[in-house]
Every structure is written in C-alpha cells, then in structure tokens.
C-alpha cells in the first residue's frame, strides 16, 4: 500500500493558502481522523498554534519529520520533545514584524488616549451634553520594551518617530541596540511609565509581569501586553486596575483564549483586543506561504527555511 505522505492538520490552516498548496502534495489529515491506520503516512505537522503538539501526539506518528507552526510564536509545541525525537520545529519569523509593531502601536495609542472610550462616549450620545473629557498623554512618557526581539525591534523604530524615549529589558543585552538596557525587569519598571510585551510564551516567561513589577510601574503606569496571556499574571493585573495601583492597560492576548475574564469587561481603564496582532489577510497570507516553503523545503531534502532554536539542525 503505497499511501501518499500525509500531513496532519491541528486545525484549520488558512484554507487559500496552506491547506490548497499542501493539498496538492499531501494528503491532508485533520486531527480527528487520526488512527492507528492513518498515522504512519504523517510526515509534517501544521499547527496553527492552538493544539498542544506535544510529546504524547509526537510519539502516535512513527514518521514524523516536521513540525511547521503558522506563528512566530511557539510556545503551544514541545520544541524540546520534537528535538529529542530529532523532528523538525519551524515557525513564522519577520514576515509578521511590521505587522504587529503597527498594532501595538495602535493599541498603546487606544488605550492612552482612551480612544475606543471616545468611540462609545460619541455613540452613546455623550457628546451632545459635553466635551469628552481631557485624559492621559503618551507625552512625557519613557516606554520600556520587554522583549528586544524581531517585533521589540520594530516597535522601537515606531516610537523613535513619535519622539518617545524606549529603553528595554532581555536576559541579554543587544549589541546591535542603542538604548538604555536593564538586566532588571523591576528596575525597568521603576524607570518607564509604560511596559509593552513582546517576549515569547511558554515556562520561562510565565508570570514575568506579577504584581511587584506593576507595583513598581505605578499609579501612571500603562501595560501593553501583545505577546501571550501567560507572560501576565492576570488576576494581579486586573487587581492593579482595579486599584488603580497603575493607570490602564491594553491587551491583545489572555491566559485562557478566548475566554477573557468577565471582571475586565466592566473596567473602563482597560483597552480588550482579540490577539490580532498578525491577524490581515497580506500577512497571515504571508505566514501561511512560510509554513508551506519550511514543508516542502524540507521534505525535498532541502531542509527547514526557519527552523525554531531548539531545532536539531543544522547538523554538524
Ligand atoms: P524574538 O525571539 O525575536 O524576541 C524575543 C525577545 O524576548 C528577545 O529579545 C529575547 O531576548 C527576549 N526574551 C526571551 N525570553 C525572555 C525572558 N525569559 N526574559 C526576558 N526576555 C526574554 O521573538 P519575536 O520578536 O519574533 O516574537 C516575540 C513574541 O511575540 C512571540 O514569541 C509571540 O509569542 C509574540 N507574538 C504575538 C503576536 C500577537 O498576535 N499578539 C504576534 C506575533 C508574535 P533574550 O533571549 O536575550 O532574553
């Protein structure tokens, strides 16, 4: 039986792009129709980041060669499993940079400047009885980026040209980066009146933002988080917004999406985004080509376009 190779499908993986081109070469297998009989054919996985592709799953495909995540993030793949197994990880850098600085700077804008409280406050009606009133500035204001990565990089650029001084917090400090650099994320947060971040899930970054670090930002203080729930502690920030221990925040991503907790939506300091942060049709296109070319790169033989750190490639 010489069956076509399959590649598993942990969701539904933009459909134009993915699944049509894939289609072409694979057989397609979604989640629930793996079986003892059709997991030997697998070869790659595209994930869209919502499955848990762990070790448990790995280990029901005897010919798995890759795993492709539509997504520079990756923290929903055991990266380290995969390597131990010497299978492939790639995900989606750069092609979603710009993407994603652009909303983040649309959501630090919204929430200092209040403006999807302004938007209701003229549908409501407001407006006819009074000016909207005065509210917080960026002005003034020292942004402090944790995660000086990819997207760290291109959020900095923006804030040059809005003449807002950065300085940022990483283990390492960038050689390639000219701005103040705290090895410590508390001292950081004492310095700046806002935190936008931008580093990636998983173990090592759970809970970095806790209540000490929102405590040390300060009853003026903005949080930004556009990278993933788990980097929050959310029942101490929504804590601190009630307190008013820092002033607002905007958020792009929960802990437990897309479920996001029903305290917040009675908070007016409290900007709500439903993790968009790459979400157009030119860059998810673009993604989606990414985890096709790592596919087909590297079941050609020509290996992976961008495999993750943990990967085991290039082999010595
Ligand atoms: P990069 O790997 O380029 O950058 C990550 C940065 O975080 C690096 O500067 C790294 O520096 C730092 N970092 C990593 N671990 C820690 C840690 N434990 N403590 C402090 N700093 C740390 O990633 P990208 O910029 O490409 O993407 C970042 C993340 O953004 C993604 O992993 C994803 O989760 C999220 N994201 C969210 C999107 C959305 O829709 N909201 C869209 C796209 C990405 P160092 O190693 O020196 O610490």
Do not use: C
């Not at 900095?156 to 103040?180: G, I, M, T």
């Not at 968009?276 to 990414?290: D, E, P, W």
């Not at 985890?291 to 750190?309: E, H, Q, S, Y």
Request: glycine residues 8%; hydrophobic residues 50%; without cysteine.
């Amino acid at each position: 039986d010489q069956a076509r190779p399959a590649v598993l499908l942990t969701g539904p993986v933009m459909e134009e792009v993915v699944e049509r081109q894939l289609a072409s070469r694979f057989d397609l297998l979604p989640l629930d129709a793996l079986s003892d009989a059709t997991a030997a054919a697998v070869r790659a996985i595209a994930t869209r980041g919502k499955e848990r592709v762990d070790e448990a799953l790995m280990a029901r495909l005897p010919a798995l060669k890759i795993v492709a995540n539509f997504g520079v993030g990756y923290d929903t793949v055991d990266a380290a499993a995969a390597a131990r197994r010497g299978v492939i990880v790639t995900n989606t850098p750069d092609v979603l940079n710009e993407e994603v600085a652009d909303l983040t700077l649309g959501l630090l804008l919204a929430t200092v400047r209040q403006i999807p409280q302004a938007d209701r406050f003229v549908r409501d009606g407001k407006w006819l009885k009074g000016a909207y009133p005065l509210g917080p500035t960026l002005r003034e204001r020292t942004v402090g980026i944790v995660g000086m990565g990819r997207i760290g990089k291109a959020i900095a650029r923006r804030l040059e040209a809005f003449a807002v001084p950065v300085a940022y917090h990483s283990r390492r400090q960038q050689p390639d980066v000219d701005l103040p650099y705290f090895a410590s994320l508390l001292d950081l947060a004492r310095a700046v009146s806002v935190l936008v971040v931008i580093v990636p899930g998983g173990a090592a970054t759970r809970h970095l933002v806790n209540a000490d670090v929102l405590a040390a930002l300060g009853p003026d203080g903005i949080l930004i988080n556009v990278a993933r729930g788990t980097v929050v502690d959310e029942a101490a920030l929504l804590k601190a917004l009630q307190s008013r221990t820092i002033l607002a925040a905007g958020l792009d991503v929960f802990e437990k999406e897309p479920h996001v907790p029903e305290a917040f939506l009675g908070l007016d300091n409290v900007v709500l985004l439903p993790h968009v942060g790459s979400s157009t049709h030119h860059t998810r296109a673009a993604m989606g080509q990414l985890v096709v070319d790592n596919i087909v790169a590297f079941l050609d033989g020509k290996g992976p376009l961008t495999p993750v750190a943990e990967t085991p490639w290039p082999k010595a």
